[in-house]
């Protein structure tokens, strides 16, 4: 059974660091084809990628983001961790870890879908 | 990046209607385009995978079509506990974008 758990402050101060941790099981970060994602979702809004990160510890970010962001994993202890530099009340959302399934076809490429999600944690900037 | 668009932004329909959703990208994405549900207060579940590809145990109401720019969702017939929001999301090698959302409402 594959489940996600989002843990981390739930009120930050503008400018200041934001640390994630997503605490996962029923699956490993070391198994090839495996992912881990961020996502966020300000309150009433649509959701929005943050970043990856993949089983043989490449990383990708959201352009629009990439300057303020950091994916780290720890395989041994089944986490993934977020950081989000220079907090602003924009960044209020609640934020989601994901498993990401990976697929790849010689033809084709690859096949990316997120097929679990955590709870998600909310997350308010604020002074 | 790539750009999604959503159209309708919200609909209502009634119990037992077919429901419609598209999906605009700004560029050709071949079928890299998953369709997720969202019911209030919980996180995405993924039902359509690579643009008409079912996720399993998701109901055999829900379809998805397209390819290059242009995609469809279907809910053949719409449920009491299909009312949530949908929303389309592509992927460029790694790098992934949402769609704004559909909020499907019971009329």
Redesign the interface.
């Known amino acids: 059974q594959v489940t996600l758990r989002e843990s981390g402050p739930a009120l930050v101060k503008p400018t200041q660091t934001l640390t994630l941790t997503c605490t996962f099981s029923g699956f490993s970060l070391s198994t090839s084809g495996m992912?881990v994602?961020w996502?966020r979702q300000p309150p009433g809004k649509?959701?929005?990628?943050l970043a990856?990160i993949?089983w043989d510890d490449?990383k990708?970010y959201?352009?629009?983001l990439k300057t303020r962001l950091t994916i780290s994993k720890d395989t041994s202890k089944n986490q993934v961790v977020l950081t989000m530099t220079n907090m602003d009340p924009v960044d209020t959302a609640t934020y989601?870890c994901?498993r990401i399934r990976e697929d790849y076809d010689i033809l084709?490429?690859?096949?990316?879908?997120?097929?679990y999600?955590?709870?998600?944690t909310l997350v308010t900037v604020s002074s | 990046?790539i750009q999604m668009t959503q159209s309708p932004s919200s609909l209502s329909a009634s119990v037992g209607d077919r429901v419609t959703i598209t999906c605009q990208a700004s560029q050709d994405i071949?079928n890299?385009l998953?369709w997720?549900q969202?019911k209030p207060g919980?996180?995405?579940?993924?039902l359509i995978?690579?643009a008409s590809n079912l996720?399993t145990g998701v109901p055999s109401r829900f379809s998805g079509s397209g390819s290059g720019t242009d995609f469809t969702f279907t809910i053949s017939s719409l449920q009491p506990e299909d009312i949530a929001t949908y929303?389309c999301?592509q992927?460029d090698?790694?790098?992934?974008?949402?769609?704004?959302?559909t909020k499907v409402d019971i009329k």
């Open positions: 992912c994602s996502v649509a959701l929005e990628w990856l993949d490449d990708y959201s352009t629009s989601y994901a084709t490429g690859y096949h990316l879908y997120f097929d999600w955590g709870q998600g | 990046d071949s890299y998953n997720y969202q919980k996180a995405p579940k993924l995978y690579d996720e929303y999301q992927y090698n790694h790098l992934f974008t949402f769609g704004p959302g």
